[in-house]
């Protein structure tokens, strides 16, 4: 069965600090797609990042990357450069079949960022 | 573009009152489209999904059921809620012919059954 775990209930980081949101994975599809999204208080779901399983390098998004460790079955992220209006929840996420783009959810993580 | 809405944005039900949740996308044809609820402090869970008209595949089984009636709409129901159902609503769609398979959400729908 498909898995997504995210251990960090909470995490705090200064302003214009970097921080990194942990995510580790389990499936036994070869081929999967792995996603971050970030919720604020207003509630609605942000895509931030795309990771392939086969993807040679890690993906970057302007202030954002994704540390993808397949041997590990990680895919953490990475914020650089931490500013206030980063605060929200963060969602990893895997899709895991071929057949469909059906999106497993971690319990995620509220990222507060201080001045 | 592309834009998705949902609606209502806030509901407050009695247990027992049935549910109706609408969600419409524009600006794209034939989209997959998911239903997933989120309890509060919690991660989403998908409820339902649907790759074409009237093909409704079930992901939890509940007291709540999903219809496409349209191409771009995707509606929620339920006949007689419970405490349970209480949570974050999200509508979402995807490319069917997307590479990645990413997810785009609308707003959300609050419930709330007291």
């Known amino acids: 069965a498909q898995k997504i775990t995210q251990t960090q209930p909470g995490m705090f980081v200064q302003e214009k600090e970097a921080v990194t949101l942990d995510c580790t994975y389990d499936t036994s599809d070869p081929s999967y797609g792995l996603f971050w999204y970030k919720q604020p208080s207003s509630g609605e779901m942000i895509f931030l990042i795309y990771q392939g399983s086969y993807d040679q390098q890690n993906a970057t998004e302007g202030r954002y990357s994704l540390n993808f460790q397949k041997a590990r079955k990680s895919a953490n992220l990475v914020i650089s450069a931490s500013q206030l209006g980063d605060s929200a929840m963060y969602f990893c996420a895997m899709r895991a079949t071929r057949t469909t783009d059906k999106l497993i959810f971690g319990t995620g993580t509220r990222l507060q960022v201080f001045p | 573009s592309q834009t998705i809405h949902q609606w209502p944005a806030t509901l407050v039900q009695p247990v027992g009152s049935p549910l109706s949740l609408e969600c419409t996308v524009e600006?794209?044809?034939?989209?997959?489209l998911y239903w997933y609820r989120q309890a509060a402090g919690r991660g989403l869970q998908l409820l339902f999904y649907?790759?074409?008209?009237?093909?409704i595949s079930s992901e939890v089984p509940q007291n709540l059921s999903a219809s496409r009636p349209q191409d771009r709409q995707f509606i929620l129901s339920s006949k007689k809620l419970l405490l349970s159902d209480s949570g974050f609503y999200l509508c979402?769609?995807?490319?069917?012919?997307?590479?990645?398979?990413?997810?785009?959400f609308g707003e959300g729908s609050r419930l709330t059954v007291l």
């Open positions: 979402a769609w995807s490319r069917a012919s997307g590479r990645t398979g990413e997810l785009f």
């Open positions: 600006g794209t044809s034939n989209p997959n």
């Open positions: 649907s790759v074409g008209i009237g093909q």
